[in-house]
């Protein structure tokens, strides 16, 4: 085995990587690609891999960032929703070892994807991340929806044809907008939500609006930046950014102009990008994990994603758990008790419109 920045993979083991994740079966989630892994890198220089080798071809890779006193996470930790190693079938490596091995102590996930044993014990929690399947097509999913939420379907096609009669030039959708400055409305919409609903802020970290930028343009087989936006006559009134692969395409930041909220325009959004999906055989869209309204209304089904951390025996693992245990309980408890977490919610929501002036 051999730990080396992304950077340094050579063009074979690139290749070894790809097709590793196309052998193993699992979602081809475009976080699991070596691109994103090399995109992360470019902004986070603690970024390593652990390759390993058979003989003289590459079987295995395990991306990871490296911090102080060899606290690990997994790559992207706070934005990546599919983490863990790609390993070719039968390779299984302890866990301790290949903490040892990378020198570090402990190694986090929030999103480890199913299917991930290697690190199984290490999880703590489980979390659904409800998808949307359009494999038979778009007409199918929406004829699911029409049996399974009516009422939702109706008076979301009722609001985008209420939108279209009232702006000039209609409604239309774009499914991969190149224009940066649609991703800047984007982001600035998005972190006002963040804001607005009392949570952390995450493009007001550098690392993560460089990286977000670059992975716009980014244009690889099995991981792409995807810009969606719908436009009301030449005005943006929602607009998503994700990765996409051939046949999955990863939900991130989804947002929209309040000033258009009565027209429900993230639903419509969602409908659109399911449709324009389907038509570029992507046969996925998996909307990531957490709890929301839109989520439950749009979804056909659901994968299972951990959180946890692999912690070796030591002084630095001890270290690691007290840093972090006693914030995850807290996280947990909450979740657990519905009524709790919505308290916990309006109560944010209030700090937010207090801090805002609202």
Same mark, same amino acid.
């Given at each position: 085995?051999?730990?080396?920045?992304?950077?340094?993979?050579?063009?074979?083991?690139?290749?070894?990587?790809?097709?590793?994740?196309?052998?193993?079966? /699992?979602?081809?989630?475009?976080?699991?690609?070596?691109?994103?892994?090399?995109?992360?890198?470019?902004?986070?220089?603690?970024?390593?891999?652990?390759?390993?080798?058979?003989?003289?071809?590459?079987?295995?890779?395990?991306?990871?960032?490296?911090?102080?006193?060899?606290?690990?996470?997994?790559?992207?930790?706070?934005?990546?929703?599919?983490?863990?190693?790609?390993?070719?079938?039968?390779?299984?490596?302890?866990?301790?070892?290949?903490?040892?091995?990378?020198?570090?102590?402990?190694?986090?996930?929030?999103?480890?994807?199913?299917?991930?044993?290697?690190?199984?014990?290490?999880?703590?929690?489980?979390? /659904?991340?409800?998808?949307?399947?359009?494999?038979?097509?778009?007409? /199918?999913?929406?004829?699911?929806?029409?049996?399974?939420?009516?009422?939702?379907?109706?008076?979301?096609?009722?609001?985008?044809?209420?939108?279209?009669?009232?702006?000039?030039?209609?409604?239309?959708?774009?499914?991969?907008?190149?224009?940066?400055?649609?991703?800047?409305?984007?982001?600035?919409?998005?972190?006002?939500?963040?804001?607005?609903?009392?949570?952390?802020?995450?493009?007001?970290?550098?690392?993560?609006?460089?990286?977000?930028?670059?992975?716009?343009?980014?244009?690889?087989?099995?991981?792409?930046?995807?810009?969606?936006?719908?436009?009301?006559?030449?005005?943006?009134?929602?607009?998503?950014?994700?990765?996409?692969?051939?046949?999955?395409?990863?939900?991130?930041?989804?947002?929209?102009?309040?000033?258009?909220?009565?027209?429900?325009?993230?639903?419509?959004?969602?409908?659109?990008?399911?449709?324009?999906?389907?038509?570029?055989?992507?046969?996925?869209?998996?909307?990531?994990?957490?709890?929301?309204?839109?989520?439950?209304?749009?979804?056909?089904?659901?994968?299972?994603?951990?959180?946890?951390?692999?912690?070796?025996?030591?002084?630095?693992?001890?270290?690691?758990?007290?840093?972090?245990?006693?914030?995850?309980?807290?996280?947990?408890?909450?979740?657990?008790?519905?009524?709790?977490?919505?308290?916990?919610?309006?109560?944010?929501?209030?700090?937010?419109?207090?801090?805002?002036?609202?």
């Amino acid at each position: 085995m051999r730990v080396v920045r992304p950077g340094e993979l050579s063009a074979r083991e690139v290749e070894a990587w790809r097709k590793l994740r196309a052998e193993s079966g /699992a979602p081809a989630n475009p976080f699991m690609e070596p691109e994103f892994t090399r995109a992360v890198a470019e902004v986070r220089p603690r970024a390593r891999v652990a390759v390993w080798w058979d003989g003289d071809e590459p079987v295995g890779f395990f991306p990871y960032e490296k911090g102080p006193l060899g606290q690990g996470r997994a790559i992207g930790f706070g934005v990546s929703d599919s983490q863990g190693a790609v390993l070719r079938d039968g390779l299984r490596p302890g866990a301790r070892a290949l903490l040892r091995h990378c020198g570090l102590a402990a190694w986090e996930f929030d999103n480890l994807e199913d299917g991930q044993d290697l690190f199984r014990d290490a999880a703590v929690e489980s979390f /659904a991340s409800p998808v949307i399947d359009v494999g038979e097509g778009y007409a /199918a999913y929406e004829a699911l929806l029409r049996v399974r939420s009516p009422k939702f379907l109706k008076t979301t096609l009722a609001k985008e044809r209420r939108l279209a009669r009232r702006t000039d030039g209609g409604v239309r959708f774009v499914f991969d907008e190149r224009d940066p400055a649609a991703l800047r409305t984007l982001m600035a919409w998005k972190s006002a939500q963040y804001r607005r609903t009392g949570r952390r802020d995450r493009f007001a970290k550098e690392w993560i609006n460089v990286l977000v930028r670059r992975l716009h343009t980014l244009r690889t087989p099995g991981c792409s930046g995807v810009l969606s936006v719908l436009y009301a006559g030449e005005r943006p009134v929602a607009a998503h950014f994700g990765l996409r692969s051939a046949t999955v395409l990863s939900c991130w930041f989804p947002a929209y102009d309040p000033a258009f909220a009565k027209y429900s325009p993230g639903l419509v959004l969602h409908l659109r990008m399911a449709e324009a999906a389907a038509a570029a055989g992507i046969g996925v869209l998996d909307l990531g994990r957490g709890d929301a309204e839109y989520k439950d209304a749009l979804k056909t089904g659901e994968l299972t994603v951990y959180e946890g951390a692999a912690v070796r025996p030591g002084a630095r693992a001890a270290l690691h758990r007290l840093r972090r245990e006693p914030a995850r309980r807290l996280h947990a408890f909450v979740r657990s008790r519905p009524a709790l977490a919505a308290h916990g919610r309006t109560a944010l929501n209030r700090l937010a419109r207090l801090r805002g002036g609202g």
